[in-house]
């Protein structure tokens, strides 16, 4: 029995075979492309096939562990650098709910990708650093569960929270002047709590409130305000607690 071929908008195609599998998977009652040249001009007219390229490995001085060029990692950093990851404080909601809530909370600027990462982690990426910096310098909940927000980095790890040790935003205002550095912040969060991070660099930018994360236990009383000496004067530093746990 002859096959004849057809031509289906510009492309020979050969007609479905029964019983025949095509590549990428069964394709039933439709017609088969018929592929020509190599596979690296086969990929080219493909739009969904990325492109690689062929590196020479370099291994150790025992030819056993594959080292990794710097500026291959720096790529990946800057790929995932307005990246966040979360963690929710007990059971995460299903994942349709937080894609959904992510986009309605920070999609503003454009969409916010979601994907699970790691052991009960979620990687969000945002389209600009506005986006990132209204979700990661704020408190969440997603479907009633609180969401603790932190940078990517390629160590981050699960958190181990207890019922009474949490991360959280603490807010310090009319800090004085001399005070607005790393070290400063450092010094007058410690007596709050473990300080984490600060919402950006305080010698860029002098403000009457900055917003510092850090691990509070919250089995003892709170301190919300804080009196120090600067040049001899005593100061009043304000400090508030946007979400605290019930």
């Not at 720096?74 to 990246?83: D, I, P, W």
């Not at 510092?212 to 001899?232: G, P, Q």
């Amino acid at each position: 029995m002859s096959v004849v071929a057809q031509v289906v908008d510009g492309v020979e195609v050969n007609p479905p075979v029964s019983g025949s599998v095509a590549p990428f998977g069964k394709l039933s009652n439709s017609a088969i492309p018929v592929l020509k040249g190599t596979w690296a001009q086969v990929a080219k007219d493909f739009s969904f096939f990325q492109p690689l390229d062929y590196v020479e490995p370099s291994f150790d001085s025992t030819n056993s562990v594959l080292k990794i060029p710097d500026t291959v990692l720096e790529l990946g950093r800057k790929k995932y650098a307005l990246c966040l990851v979360g963690q929710f404080l007990g059971n995460a909601p299903k994942f349709g709910l937080i894609h959904v809530m992510a986009n309605k909370l920070w999609g503003k600027h454009g969409p916010v990708g979601v994907s699970p990462y790691k052991t009960d982690l979620f990687l969000f990426q945002f389209p600009n650093e506005a986006s990132l910096s209204r979700a990661l310098y704020s408190s969440w909940h997603i479907g009633g569960t609180p969401l603790f927000l932190h940078k990517w980095d390629s160590k981050v790890q699960k958190l181990e929270f207890t019922a009474s040790r949490l991360p959280v935003w603490v807010q310090l205002s009319q800090v004085p002047l001399e005070l607005q550095t790393r070290e400063g912040i450092s010094y007058l969060a410690s007596t709050v709590g473990k300080p984490l991070h600060m919402d950006q660099d305080c010698s860029k930018l002098l403000r009457s409130r900055i917003n510092v994360c850090m691990e509070i236990d919250f089995s003892k009383s709170l301190i919300h305000d804080l009196t120090v000496i600067v040049n001899d004067e005593p100061c009043s530093i304000g400090i508030s607690y946007p979400w605290k746990p019930q």
